[in-house]
């Protein structure tokens, strides 16, 4: 029981960080229609922004703070550069320049950083407990934390805001909010800054959580949330985030107990393909 | 021509090959597949299990080869039947890991060893080596281009055309969304299956990694160069992605990175490709040329 409660305790861990970085995903996907598969180089840039921050003065937060500002500015810059001019093509147009994108971040962080891994000992401003006999260690611990804090923050920014409103009414539909003197184009700039301040976090959040930092460490993540997203239903962010706990859950249980041989990135598509032919429009969309 | 020509002729000939598959799927159908290296593994193992575990010749085995990855991507074509654009994008990316995943895991296909062995193909007696495979490969790309050409123009061919212009259009004027996308799925897999059987017969060693998912990346990118639903754009692009490597391998470390910038430049300015409807080189040729850009309008 104990085994299983703790296993447990990891998958939910897991799936944290599966949801952090899919909401900047179901964000820009709510917006634009796009797949941002680029999506995990701006989470890798966090990583590699915060560890530099973080090695150069030894003050974490000031890390985060550099790296969230660093990758809104990358999103921004992504969106502007790459996808806004695309957007009349058909939908694979953007898609493949997007992978292109990860690749080049990619391959850019290797040759700036190196192509090793680098480790990430920072302190953990959340202490490790221990319940009813159930140890929960820091960094699990700080998971927890950091991503209730950005889904509490996120979740009053879209719905109790005017902001949010805004951003909400161009996720419907971008022509009839600026017909309604919404700046759609600003509410896009906003949401890239949000989904990829977020990612930042996530990156150095993962990183420092399995203290390693590695230009390809976005490569996984990259395809398992486009998983989570379909799965989720395409812009759905509540969904979105449930999916990703629920994927970390079932993939943690089922490799500790089920002994399936094949690894978590194959089961998390099988997963996936099964829901979308059951569902095609996603677990949480209503038709 | 030098050894190392042919061998880089010869494994641009084998990629335009599965990228003339892969054309038929995205270009001619509209049916968008990010896994198109899935059906080129499968081809490969398929004629590596055939020939250096059950001992068939080539030529026996490659029509069971071709039933093989086209069974394959009937089957694989079914979700596009259900799911369009995004959502079967991400769908085929997940076909490609699974079936990398499948060849890693299962033993019989050597796991992550891959599977070694392959002999040589023999032709009235000769084995083929250098020329001769290149001869073999080329043949093998012109009855490629030569279906291709006469998909562009036969009824099955327009109806295909017909689904990826409106799909709604389409159907309302009693056309079969069903039949002729699983056909355009079967009719491009089994080229990838081609490609497949011909490239384990070359390097005489097949591992998953070499058909994983930037594969398929790199042969849309061959595909989005080229020219997206022509007939060359394929043939073309393979040739300049096959070229450009060498070109840059004094860059070694910068190689992919400059790849993917070129791709991503080459998006944003000429989305159509280098053959495409509205392109430099094409407009360039009708300068030259008068009418007509060469391929099919």
Not at chain 1, 43 to 52: D, H, P
Not at chain 1, 242 to 247: D, K, P, R, Y
Not at chain 2, 18 to 30: D, H, K
Request: net charge positive; glycine share 12%; with cysteine.
């Amino acid at each position: 029981m104990q085994l299983f409660l703790e296993q447990l305790l990891n998958g939910i861990g897991v799936g944290s960080t599966y949801a952090l970085i899919t909401l900047g995903l179901a964000l820009v996907y709510g917006i634009m229609r796009i797949l941002h598969i680029a999506h995990a180089a701006v989470y890798t840039v966090g990583a590699y922004i915060g560890l530099g921050v973080f090695s150069a003065t030894g003050n974490l937060w000031l890390g985060v703070l550099v790296s969230m500002a660093g990758c809104a500015v990358l999103g921004v810059l992504i969106e502007r550069l790459v996808y806004f001019p695309l957007l009349s093509f058909p939908p694979f147009v953007p898609l493949i320049s997007s992978i292109a994108l990860l690749i080049g971040i990619q391959e850019l962080c290797r040759l700036v950083a190196g192509p090793y891994i680098q480790s990430f000992d920072a302190p953990l401003p959340v202490p490790g407990v221990t319940l009813l006999g159930i140890r929960i260690s820091s960094s699990l611990a700080t998971v927890y934390v950091v991503t209730a804090v950005v889904l509490v923050l996120l979740w009053f920014l879209t719905t109790r805001t005017e902001l949010g409103l805004a951003m909400r009414a161009a996720s419907q539909d971008m022509d009839t909010a600026s017909a309604n003197g919404i700046n759609s184009h600003a509410i896009v700039d906003v949401t890239f800054m949000i989904g990829s301040a977020v990612a930042a976090v996530a990156g150095i959040l993962v990183g420092i959580h399995y203290n390693q930092v590695y230009p390809t460490m976005g490569a996984v993540p990259a395809y398992k949330t486009l998983a989570l997203i379909v799965v989720g239903g395409l812009g759905s962010v509540p969904g979105a985030v449930i999916a990703a706990i629920l994927l970390g859950v079932g993939e943690t249980l089922l490799i500790g107990y089920a002994g399936i041989p094949l690894p978590r990135n194959a089961l998390a598509f099988i997963i996936m393909i099964l829901v979308l032919l059951w569902r095609p429009q996603g677990l949480f969309v209503r038709k | 021509m030098s050894s190392y020509v042919v061998t880089l002729t010869t494994l641009f000939t084998i990629q335009a090959i599965v990228a003339c598959g892969l054309n038929v799927i995205v270009g001619f159908a509209g049916q968008i597949s990010l896994g198109h290296a899935a059906f080129f593994g499968i081809g490969a193992y398929a004629a590596a299990v055939l020939s250096a575990k059950v001992g068939l010749s080539f030529w026996v085995a490659l029509p069971v080869v071709l039933l093989i990855t086209g069974l394959m991507g009937l089957l694989l074509g079914l979700p596009s039947l259900r799911l369009k654009e995004d959502f079967l994008a991400i769908t085929t990316i997940g076909i490609n890991f699974i079936v990398v995943a499948t060849f890693n895991y299962v033993p019989f296909l050597g796991g992550a060893m891959g599977l070694g062995g392959i002999p040589s193909i023999s032709f009235l007696g000769t084995t083929l080596r250098g020329n001769g495979f290149l001869l073999l490969c080329l043949a093998g790309l012109a009855l490629v281009l030569l279906v291709c050409w006469w998909f562009t123009r036969c009824w099955a061919g327009l109806a295909c055309a017909a689904i990826r212009e409106d799909e709604t259009a389409a159907s309302s004027m009693g056309i079969s969304p069903v039949r002729f996308k699983l056909l355009a799925f079967v009719v491009g897999t089994a080229m990838a299956g081609l490609g497949g059987a011909l490239y384990a017969h070359y390097m005489h060693f097949v591992s998953p990694s070499d058909f994983a998912f930037p594969v398929s990346v790199q042969l849309l990118s061959i595909l989005v160069l080229g020219g997206m639903g022509t007939l060359w754009g394929p043939v073309l692009g393979a040739a300049v992605l096959g070229i450009l490597p060498e070109v840059f391998r004094p860059l070694t470390d910068y190689r992919m990175f400059l790849y993917a910038a070129l791709l991503l430049l080459m998006i944003r300015f000429q989305p159509g490709g280098l053959l495409g409807e509205q392109s430099l080189a094409r407009s360039l040729l009708r300068k030259t040329f008068g009418k007509g850009g060469g391929t099919h309008e």
